[in-house]
């Protein structure tokens, strides 16, 4: 083999890396030089960095320091200064910290920390890509290899409107110590607005948040230039959660998630239902956290409860009026039936099939069941003598069941045909135990 024939072809990618690195103290700096420091109506200019941290929380913060009286006034007053970047920063990497040193150990002297929300500097105007640094698992399952401008390296691509994407692992990931994945993104068309770019990250937070049954942040994010030099950023403190479970494991990955942009991107051309559709994928990440499950369960059929309102009138099932006068458990029967996902109680779920007969209701259905348990763990007893709350168990098979339908009304919505893993046989299933979706 020559050595030109053994060279990848011109048509190949970049080899896609992270932007921001860890430092030895594993502390990202994103920035290092002068910083404008605030209260009220007094700025003052002093060196610092703007760094992020991935433990024990995920934080993006300031840190300056010096002996300025000024500064310790601020500071040890109580008044937390809000911090900006000077006009035009170098956003370049930074190798080192621009932090003062103390030389003089007879001033006081401060070094303080800030918390920073969000912070975005520079012009979009000659950016020409973007790498989205991401916080949270999404698969330990290789992705499909591909030919680079350097080397083969395993990159997911898939798209969303005006954007082509690319998802990539991070090489020699170590757990706390870095982002474990990153996006590229580049605009169909230039020049890219920041709304544009905002709006990618809120699609992006959804669809990865949907796929990993978790909170997936997107903490920080550079756009590049034609010589990959950074000429715009967004960095922020993510949200990020806890899962219990995913109906997409680590094998579906590379499969799922391009389908599922593809319904995404089909979804977004009726504005009303791609904002209904986040809102309830919202609901569903806090629902499948870790928070106590009789908090979790209303969280779970206030999402169903929205898609069956925003259904099965824009589907033309029902007229608004109509609709009305459905109530929580029959508007849910509905939108099972739009979806083809059965209406039954599972013969798994014995505790929701001993309720209802409890009730003296042997002919109710899932829906039934559900919004019982729902109204009786939001609304107070009728009687202080007859406390009517449903049992652990009770409520452990309610929340499995409410989640399992939300995510296949989801996922119905999206026009996904593939595979997943039902939460109906918890118990005893493994992973790569999955099903084709009813409709499939």
């Known amino acids: 083999m020559t050595a030109q024939s053994s060279q990848p072809p011109a048509t190949a990618g970049p080899y896609i890396r992270p932007i921001y690195l860890p430092a030895d103290d594993g502390v990202f700096r994103v920035y290092a030089g002068d910083l404008l420091a605030s209260v009220e109506a007094n700025t003052q200019q002093l060196a610092g960095d703007v760094a992020f941290r991935l433990t024990p929380r995920p934080q993006l913060y300031g840190r300056i320091a010096g002996g300025q009286a000024w500064l310790a006034e601020m500071v040890v007053g109580g008044r937390?200064?809000?911090?900006?970047?000077?006009?035009?920063?170098?956003?370049?990497?930074?190798?080192?910290?621009?932090?003062?040193?103390?030389?003089?150990?007879?001033?006081?002297?401060?070094?303080?920390?800030?918390?920073?929300?969000?912070?975005?500097?520079?012009?979009?105007?000659?950016?020409?890509?973007?790498?989205?640094?991401?916080?949270?698992?999404?698969?330990?399952?290789?992705?499909?290899?591909?030919?680079?401008?350097?080397?083969?390296?395993?990159?997911?691509?898939?798209?969303?409107p005006d954007w082509t994407l690319r998802l990539v692992a991070v090489d020699e990931y170590r757990e706390g110590e870095d982002f474990p994945f990153i996006i590229e993104a580049i605009p169909d068309a230039l020049p890219v607005t920041r709304e544009s770019v905002e709006q990618l990250q809120r699609r992006l937070f959804v669809i990865l948040g949907f796929v990993a049954g978790r909170e997936v942040g997107l903490a920080l994010t550079a756009g590049l230039d034609g010589s990959d030099e950074v000429m715009w950023a967004t960095w922020s403190t993510p949200r990020i959660g806890t899962g219990q479970w995913r109906w997409c494991p680590d094998h579906l990955v590379d499969d799922a998630l391009p389908d599922l942009a593809r319904g995404y991107a089909l979804l977004t051309a009726d504005t009303t239902m791609e904002k209904v559709v986040d809102r309830a994928m919202n609901l569903y990440l806090v629902a499948n956290g870790t928070q106590p499950v009789d908090a979790r369960i209303p969280l779970a059929c206030s999402a169903l409860e929205l898609l069956a309102w925003a259904v099965l009138q824009s589907r033309q099932w029902i007229t608004t009026d109509a609709y009305s006068k459905l109530t929580a458990a029959s508007s849910l029967r509905l939108l099972l039936q739009?979806?083809?996902?059965?209406?039954e109680i599972p013969s798994v779920f014995t505790a929701l099939d001993a309720r209802r007969r409890s009730h003296g209701q042997p002919d109710w259905e899932a829906p039934d069941v559900l919004a019982k348990i729902r109204n009786d763990l939001v609304h107070p007893p009728k009687k202080l003598t007859q406390l009517e709350w449903p049992t652990s168990d009770e409520m452990a098979e309610a929340w499995r069941l409410s989640m399992h339908y939300l995510e296949l009304v989801i996922l119905r919505l999206l026009d996904y045909k593939g595979m997943y893993l039902p939460r109906l046989q918890l118990t005893s299933r493994w992973v790569t135990h999955t099903e084709t979706v009813p409709w499939g």
């Open 338 to 343: 739009w979806a083809g996902i059965p209406v």
């Open 80 to 160: 937390r200064p809000t911090l900006a970047l000077p006009a035009n920063p170098s956003l370049k990497p930074p190798v080192a910290s621009a932090l003062p040193t103390r030389t003089d150990d007879s001033r006081p002297w401060i070094d303080r920390s800030i918390p920073i929300n969000n912070m975005t500097v520079g012009s979009l105007a000659t950016v020409e890509r973007f790498v989205i640094h991401l916080n949270g698992r999404l698969s330990d399952h290789p992705f499909p290899l591909c030919a680079t401008q350097v080397e083969m390296q395993g990159q997911l691509p898939f798209a969303l």
